[in-house]
């Protein structure tokens, strides 16, 4: 018979180096006394052994093992060995086998501590101390004390670290306690209960008293279910929760909460009219193209990049409403539309065609510049559809206002916001119906800077031309 | 936090806790780092439990209960007489805050009644969030329930901040709609389920950030002569064409400041219960509404006993169902037998042939499974299910259950 004593608490460490050196040797289940004291000690030379190789098994079992060292029974370790000797010796799939007895009580064992850290993350809660010195270690400070059933103060600091990891707080258990400076975790002895965490000194805490309001203020009187929720919160951590303090009086008070309502004579109506209402709703509508960009510009960008938002420009009542993709870099800068080389070569294609720029209405589709910033480059990137979307409303409603006779979209971009479904430009060039407006649809000046031959260029910068003045014929 | 603002909370949750959900699961991974503030993890937490056995997970609060409108069921409707409060901006996001340092919430579900116009009030919940997000960095659980009458833009800017938005239908019929929320219109409240879930849809293949947990909705029921299937059956076109994540069926609560319009009897919680049940059974059982109205009587759910057992007794012919050999589909079919415990037997039983004593350990509800069931060692006698008395020998004595 070997005895081995491992430390109190999860020793997670001891058991897997007792687990190496029992496998190694051999050593079966049956011939192993386990106990808890400490420190963690191999009483039996026999199985001392420099054979601390890694025994390999199933994916499933390390994080059983893991759990279930964290539980307060006694006998844990022993059916852990027993676990491990059988998946060593044959059954290789026990787990799945979920009927087998020893499975079926580690189960149980590693869902009660599941469910134990489960309902410390749930249950704990910090209260605010009063600031020791100005900076950050001496800010605001969080401590908590909670009484868990099982050992898992370890367990359950990766959840508050990275909860809170911004706050320096303490979290004290009678198994064990924790303390996060904002850079590192410490772990500490068992504790006791600070008397300022007592329930009836809440008050130090205005948050936590606000808490009070807020718990005793969200319960229905009228759904009184005590069983429901003790099988959800039970007794045992109500001293742990100060608000649970309000719930005998909750409860008490119910039926006649209840009684009052439903005796209560139904309200007659005050007024009902409804005119108020639907006014209401009617003014909130912008009411011109200027409240329109000034929501515009108010908004957070539906893209990524973008400094600020390039809005539309020309007359309202222009014939024609020209949409691109989206600002570019220098629009981006400038705040104005086609103010940047696609712009320019735009410009000289209306004058070619016989078209006054400021005659018309300028505006894009997504009304922020989309980049990823490669160095000091910043790289245009097109708008998804989602994105195009996004802005699809604003598109509308500003043409509302402008009110053209013809609406040009440049590009697929424009021409997907204008329709509501994927156009091929190159395909379907030339007039189109929009939602509601007559359209047309063109090519993106960027679509002629970045064709590659002379010849190519010139010759699509011809139908360009030809396109706009087509569209000018038809408004 | 001094007592005006305490006083405030206490207005302000009061009249928000009849909005059922309180659901704070489904958001993607994200964590606040040493700069912001909190984490998401997916599954959700109940930080408390009131002593109506429901979850308390998120801040639960209106932004204020003053309202333009003037729905029948709302105790915040335009002509009830509550005492009426109003947050600012700042006052939320400092109660959030607050809250979530000291871990009662996973974070806020915001909702508000309406004032000055629908905009102007979804406006201010869309700053609420934005500050959280933007200025402090928070990256716990942001819920808002928005406001179908205001305008898109909105909309498509609320969704960047929160995990996730909810429309209430409240009401399953355009008729009833009419008659107990004059201002409201059902066309106006699907065109922006529509919108959002075209949204979610499309910011989920582009891998962007938008309403990442999905849109809810909430119906209640009992306030109108809407019968079980038709709300069900209200239910499975939400699922099915707006792509909602979860429907939340509120049975209609007496307020106080009852209006003169609505029925005077509540109708039984139960009636809630089995709603939830029986969407359960629509989402992950297979069931149809078709099937699960059948169980019961007239269009309404079998109060006494789960819709699940209600349609087994009513389709007695297909069972016992054989666990050793019986495929998932009809495993789920056995009341009883969760789909957990449906997996369960699919995987132990490649190793073994099931006896009772297996099944014992795989599944907690055996006991009303049995009848419906054969193991390796077990055949119920006598044709148990053709018993007359079954549904009698199954219904416990009627235990409160507890709700989400
Ligand atoms: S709009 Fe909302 S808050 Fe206003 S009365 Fe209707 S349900 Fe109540």
Redesign the interface.
Same mark, same amino acid.
């Given at each position: 018979m070997h005895t081995i004593t491992l430390q109190e608490g999860a020793d997670l460490d001891g058991f897997r180096r007792a687990v190496r050196r029992l496998t190694a040797a051999r050593t079966a289940p049956e011939e192993v006394l386990w106990s808890v004291g400490a420190p963690s000690l191999f009483g039996d030379d026999a199985l001392a052994s420099d054979a601390d190789a890694p025994v390999f098994l199933p994916q499933a079992v390390g994080p059983l093992i893991e759990t279930v060292v964290c539980h307060g029974d006694p006998e844990r370790y022993a059916l852990l060995h027993r676990l491990v000797w059988r998946v060593l010796n044959g059954e290789r &799939?026990l787990l799945? +086998?979920?009927?087998d007895?020893l499975v079926?009580r580690l189960e149980r064992l590693d869902k009660a501590v599941r469910r134990d850290i489960?309902k410390m993350?749930?249950?704990? @809660?910090? @209260?605010?101390l009063p600031p020791t010195a100005p900076g950050p270690e001496g800010g605001e400070r969080?401590v908590?004390w909670f009484e868990p059933d099982h050992h898992i103060v370890e367990a359950v600091a990766p959840f508050f670290v990275? %909860?809170?990891?911004?706050?320096v707080w303490t979290i004290l258990t009678p198994k064990g306690s924790l303390h996060w400076d904002?850079r590192r975790l410490m772990t500490g002895p068992p504790a006791e209960r600070p008397d300022a965490l007592a329930h009836d000194r809440v008050a130090d805490? @205005?948050?936590?008293?606000?808490?009070l /309001?807020?718990?005793?203020?969200?319960?229905?009187? &009228? /759904? !009184?279910?005590?069983?429901?929720?003790r &099988?959800?919160?039970p007794r045992k951590y109500w001293a742990n929760?100060p608000?649970?303090a309000a719930?005998p009086a909750? !409860?008490r008070s119910?039926p006649a909460r !209840?009684q009052?309502? *439903?005796e209560?004579e139904?309200?007659?109506? %005050? %007024?009902?009219m409804?005119e108020?209402? !639907?006014a209401?709703?009617a @003014? +909130?509508?912008p009411e011109s193209l200027a409240d329109l960009n000034r *929501?515009i510009q108010r908004?957070?960008p539906?893209v990524p990049g973008a400094t600020q938002a390039v809005l539309g420009e020309g007359p309202e009542g222009a014939a024609i409403a020209i949409v691109g993709e989206q600002p570019g870099d220098q629009e981006d800068r400038d705040g104005r539309p086609f103010v940047g080389p696609a712009g320019q070569l735009l410009t000289a294609a209306l004058e070619e065609a016989g078209i006054d720029r400021e005659s018309l209405y300028l505006t894009n589709a997504v009304k922020h510049f989309k980049f990823v910033q490669r160095g000091k480059r910043r790289i245009h990137q097109s708008p998804? &559809?989602?994105?195009v979307?996004?802005?699809r409303?604003?598109l509308m409603t500003e043409l509302g206002f402008v009110r053209p006779r013809l609406v040009v979209a440049l590009g697929a971009t424009a021409a997907l916001a204008l329709s509501g479904r994927p156009v091929s430009v190159l395909r379907e060039r030339g007039p189109m119906a929009f939602d509601g407006w007559n359209g047309f649809v063109t090519v993106h000046p960027s679509y002629l800077l970045r064709l590659p031959g002379d010849e190519d260029r010139r010759r699509a910068q011809a139908e360009f031309v030809a396109d706009l003045r087509r569209a000018a014929a038809l408004a | 936090m001094d007592d005006a603002l305490i006083e405030k909370l206490g207005i302000l949750a009061d009249a928000a806790k009849y909005d059922a959900s309180c659901a704070s699961s489904g958001a993607k991974p994200r964590r606040g780092g040493t700069e912001g503030l909190g984490s998401t993890t997916g599954a959700g937490i109940c930080h408390a439990y009131t002593p109506d056995g429901r979850c308390v997970s998120l801040l639960k609060i209106l932004l204020t209960n003053h309202c333009l409108f003037d729905c029948v069921y709302c105790i915040n409707r335009r002509s009830s007489n509550v005492r009426r409060a109003r947050f600012t901006v700042a006052e939320v996001v400092d109660l959030t805050l607050g809250f979530y340092k000291r871990n009662c919430i996973e974070g806020l579900f915001l909702s508000s009644g309406i004032i000055r116009s629908p905009d102007h009030t979804m406006e201010q919940m869309m700053l609420v969030a934005r500050t959280l997000r933007r200025d402090h960095g928070f990256a716990g659980y942001i819920h808002l329930k928005t406001i179908p009458e205001a305008s898109p833009w909105l909309i498509e800017q609320a969704g960047l901040w929160a995990d996730r938005l909810s429309i209430n239908l409240e009401l399953p019929t355009d008729h009833s709609l009419k008659a107990f929320a004059p201002e409201k219109n059902g066309g106006t409240i699907k065109a922006v389920m529509g919108q959002v879930n075209e949204r979610i849809v499309e910011a989920k293949e582009e891998r962007r950030r938008f309403s990442p947990a999905g849109q809810s909705t909430q119906l209640i029921v009992g306030a109108d002569d809407a019968t079980d299937r038709l709300v069900l059956e209200t239910s499975g076109t939400l699922y099915q064409r707006y792509g909602l994540r979860r429907v939340y069926y509120s049975a209609f609560s007496p307020i106080p400041e009852a209006s003169s319009v609505l029925p005077v009897k509540p109708p039984p919680l139960q009636r809630e219960n089995r709603l939830y049940q029986a969407d359960w059974l629509l989402r992950y059982y297979g069931f149809t509404v078709e099937e699960i109205a059948s169980g019961g009587e007239g269009g309404m759910l079998d109060l006494g006993i789960d819709p699940k057992l209600a349609w087994a007794l009513k389709n007695r012919e297909r069972f016992p169902v054989d666990v050793n050999r019986a495929d998932r589909e009809m495993l789920l079919r056995v009341p009883g037998l969760g789909a957990r415990a449906v997996d369960k037997i699919l995987s132990a039983r490649r190793h073994t042939r099931l006896r009772m004593e297996d099944l014992g350990r795989l599944s907690s509800g055996l006991r009303r499974a049995r009848p419906f069931l054969i193991a390796a060692d077990y055949h119920p006698v006598g044709g148990l299910t053709d018993r007359l008395d079954l549904r009698q020998r199954l219904v416990t004595p009627s235990r409160q259950l507890s709700l989400f």
């Open positions: &799939a799945d +086998q979920h009927a007895p079926h489960h993350h749930a249950f704990l @809660r910090f @209260r605010a969080y908590a990275e %909860r809170f990891e911004s706050m904002r805490d @205005r948050f936590a008293e606000g808490w /309001r807020y718990y005793e203020s969200t319960f229905n009187p &009228a /759904r !009184v279910n005590p069983t429901a929720m &099988a959800e919160m929760m608000e649970t719930i909750m !409860v119910a !209840v009052a309502m *439903l209560a139904a309200a007659i109506p %005050r %007024r009902r409804p108020k209402a !639907v209401a709703m @003014r +909130q509508a *929501l908004s957070e539906l998804t &559809a989602g994105e979307k996004h802005y409303w604003w | -």
